[in-house]
């Protein structure tokens, strides 16, 4: 049994006859006579009662047509669910994420995403970002908001910039470099240091060791963190000084002064990272709207 007998049985149904259907289906009548003749056999029974004029069905062919029509109705939406797949309509998408990091306009990009694709199971993981590179390779997320890829996650992850982060010196209130409102690095080259794991985030731990080698002293670190939540309590709690992207949580610790640094070198890249072997319709859909967003998608800057 095929869908096209299934067609032609309700083709005639609907007509009350072979020379409809045949008008209908654009086939010979007799194609059809044959194809349904060879249905009833199939099945054992007869389904029409036949004169010169009309075809009559049997108790039997009014259920078959019913069921017919909720088969092809079920092929007609699975058709529709593969298309709409295909052109990125529909389909789960997971989007990993790192909550220092996503501004107020992530929940924005999420929000207009599931305007646009109401059909799509999206789902928001918070990872850091050696934890989505990973994901990504596994095929466990779709995209992943992060820091720039480290060298050996290159060959398998592709990226693009959304944005460059300014990296502030993060300082009590009552510190004397914080009163110039700009500050050089070399001006705490003797403090204490409360510094992000490399392992959670290598990309900003280089980047600070890098930002105070240039400027001529190594960091003499006191603490490292997991978290920058974590980082801004240290500093409160007297532990040392801290250099991280800004954001606008931060802002919202009134205790500390976040300022710029004078290094024109000071800020971290922020990219969009997805792996081209597990990459969908839906990714691609996704990462073209980010883009289209603007520049800055996921614009951290102060309020």
């Given at each position: 049994?095929?869908?096209?007998?299934?067609?032609?049985?309700?083709?005639?149904?609907?007509?009350?006859?072979?020379t409809?259907?045949?008008?209908?289906?654009?086939?010979?009548q007799?194609?059809?006579?044959?194809?349904?003749?060879?249905?009833?056999?199939?099945?054992?029974?007869?389904?029409f009662?036949?004169?010169?004029?009309?075809?009559?069905?049997?108790?039997?062919?009014?259920?078959?047509?019913?069921?017919?029509?909720?088969?092809?109705?079920?092929?007609d939406?699975?058709?529709?669910v593969?298309?709409?797949?295909?052109?990125?309509?529909?389909?789960?998408?997971?989007?990993?994420?790192?909550g220092?990091?996503?501004?107020?306009?992530?929940?924005?990009?999420?929000?207009?995403?599931?305007?646009?694709?109401?059909?799509?199971?999206?789902?928001?993981?918070?990872?850091n970002?050696?934890?989505?590179w990973?994901?990504?390779?596994?095929?466990?997320?779709?995209?992943?908001?992060?820091?720039?890829?480290?060298?050996?996650?290159?060959?398998?992850?592709?990226?693009?910039?959304?944005?460059?982060?300014?990296?502030?010196?993060?300082?009590?209130?009552n510190?004397?470099?914080?009163?110039?409102?700009?500050?050089?690095?070399?001006?705490?080259?003797?403090?204490?240091?409360?510094?992000?794991?490399?392992?959670?985030?290598p990309?900003?731990?280089?980047?600070?060791?890098?930002?105070?080698?240039?400027?001529g002293?190594s960091?003499?670190?006191?603490?490292?963190?997991?978290?920058?939540?974590?980082?801004?309590?240290?500093?409160?709690?007297?532990?040392?000084?801290?250099?991280?992207?800004?954001?606008?949580?931060?802002?919202?610790?009134?205790?500390?002064?976040?300022?710029?640094?004078?290094?024109?070198?000071?800020?971290?890249?922020?990219?969009m990272?997805?792996?081209?072997?597990?990459?969908?319709?839906?990714?691609?859909?996704?990462?073209?709207?980010?883009?289209?967003?603007?520049s800055?998608?996921?614009?951290?800057?102060?309020?």
């Amino acid at each position: 049994m095929e869908l096209r007998h299934l067609r032609y049985l309700i083709a005639v149904a609907d007509h009350g006859s072979f020379t409809g259907a045949a008008q209908r289906v654009h086939i010979a009548q007799s194609a059809i006579s044959e194809q349904l003749a060879d249905l009833e056999h199939e099945l054992g029974i007869p389904l029409f009662t036949r004169t010169s004029r009309k075809a009559t069905f049997t108790p039997a062919g009014n259920l078959f047509v019913e069921e017919a029509r909720r088969v092809l109705a079920a092929a007609d939406h699975a058709v529709e669910v593969a298309q709409r797949a295909h052109r990125g309509k529909m389909g789960a998408l997971r989007i990993g994420f790192f909550g220092g990091a996503t501004g107020v306009s992530f929940p924005r990009l999420i929000r207009l995403f599931r305007k646009k694709h109401p059909d799509v199971q999206l789902s928001l993981a918070e990872m850091n970002s050696s934890e989505q590179w990973q994901a990504l390779i596994k095929g466990e997320i779709h995209v992943g908001f992060t820091r720039r890829l480290e060298p050996e996650f290159r060959s398998e992850l592709k990226s693009e910039l959304i944005q460059q982060d300014p990296i502030v010196a993060v300082l009590p209130k009552n510190h004397p470099a914080a009163a110039s409102g700009i500050v050089d690095l070399l001006d705490l080259a003797g403090e204490s240091f409360v510094i992000s794991s490399r392992e959670i985030s290598p990309a900003l731990y280089d980047k600070v060791i890098e930002l105070c080698f240039e400027a001529g002293f190594s960091p003499r670190i006191g603490s490292i963190c997991t978290v920058w939540s974590t980082v801004i309590l240290m500093v409160q709690a007297g532990e040392g000084v801290a250099l991280m992207p800004l954001n606008r949580q931060q802002h919202r610790t009134r205790e500390l002064i976040f300022s710029p640094l004078k290094q024109k070198n000071a800020f971290i890249e922020f990219v969009m990272a997805w792996s081209p072997k597990n990459d969908t319709a839906l990714s691609r859909s996704f990462r073209e709207l980010a883009v289209t967003m603007g520049s800055s998608p996921l614009d951290l800057s102060p309020e």
